[in-house]
């Protein structure tokens, strides 16, 4: 990454504008041209640097419900879990985690009431008990990662 | 605001990203077959409500060098949590933070906070700081590292109902 690269993430976590050229506005003030930032912001995202570009939705706002979750899966079945629980459509993430609760998911579901019937059916099909920690409040300010 | 089936076929259309083409939302309005003002007063709209949270970059933290993962975790005085959680909310090195319920005797913990570091040290260094800004407030915390992601996948178009929680 070079200096561009970098200005570029640090610059575009947010705002990218709703303009019919938005491309050609960053590079204006960036102090580059259109396909200079096109081919970067392209090659970044193909390299895995970015994840993605684009707008970044927000399920709940979307009348969706989201959902974090904790098993302690005994080490001997955790590789037979993660497939169990991966399995799910509604786990959006789930992650491996140094702790006694070593599996962390999110679930996200299109309505909030179906929350109890996926954990219900986590908890049948994986034999273990699961720790729901719906959000009660968020503290929020958008995440800035320095390149 | 209401979600019509216009609205739902570009959330389709863009939750796996804009098209690096010198006009992304022609293409996208191309695709969907609506004018491309419309893609861009539509979005300007859910932008508004926070249907979409902001519209950029997704960085990977690995490949920036934030190899450490750290979610922290605190017990909190409920009657102080939301203030404490809202200065915790907004140090630059916190990404979320959050309050959610105790599982007692197994969890005593309610207040979480992500924070990311180049190595376990940084994060430890930052977590530091939180306690710092706790005090005596915090009866105690831990931190759980990220070893591995199991599965990361984005949002899906079926997990937009009609209504939403916005009112604008």
Redesign the interface.
């Known amino acids: 990454m070079d200096a561009l690269d970098r200005l570029l993430v640090n610059r575009l976590q947010g705002g990218f504008p709703l303009a019919e050229r938005p491309f050609a506005e960053v590079a204006r003030a960036l102090g580059t041209d259109e396909a200079t930032v096109i081919r970067r912001l392209a090659r970044l995202r193909e390299e895995g640097v970015l994840t993605r570009f684009g707008p970044l939705f927000d399920a709940e706002r979307m009348g969706g419900a989201v959902t974090l979750c904790a098993m302690e899966v005994p080490p001997a079945r955790f590789e037979e879990v993660t497939a169990i629980v991966n399995a799910f459509p509604e786990v959006a993430h789930n992650y491996e985690r140094e702790h006694r609760f070593n599996m962390w998911f999110v679930l996200a579901v299109a309505d909030p009431a179906e929350i109890p019937g996926v954990i219900g059916r986590i908890e049948r099909e994986t034999g273990l008990p699961v720790l729901n920690f719906p959000k009660e409040r968020e503290y929020f300010l958008e995440l800035r990662l320095d390149a | 605001m209401i ?1 019509d089936a216009i609205d739902r076929a570009l ?1 389709a259309a ?5 098209p ?7 293409a996208i309005a191309e695709r969907i077959g609506i004018p ?1 003002t419309e893609v ?1 007063r539509r ?2 709209r ?2 508004e ?13 690995y ?2 060098g ?1 190899r450490a993962n750290g ?1 922290s975790v605190w017990d909190v005085a409920d009657e102080e ?2 203030r404490l ?2 200065e ?5 090195f ?8 105790r ?1 007692p005797p ?2 005593p913990y309610n207040l ?1 906070a992500m924070v ?1 570091g180049r190595d376990r040290a940084e994060v430890e260094s930052k977590v530091a700081e939180i306690a710092r800004l706790l005090g005596e407030a915090a009866r105690g915390y ?1 931190i ?13 178009t ?9 009112s604008a």
């Open positions: 979600l959330i863009t939750q796996e990203g804009l690096f083409r010198p006009r992304p939302y022609a491309e861009r979005l300007g859910m932008l409500c926070g249907i979409i949270r902001r519209i950029g970059a997704v960085p990977n933290h490949r920036l934030y979610m949590t939301d959680g809202r915790i909310g907004a140090l630059p916190v990404s979320h933070c959050y309050r959610r319920p599982h197994d969890w979480f990311h831990e759980l590292y990220s070893l591995r992601i199991l599965k990361k996948t984005g949002l899906r079926r997990f937009a109902g009609e209504k939403t929680s916005c």
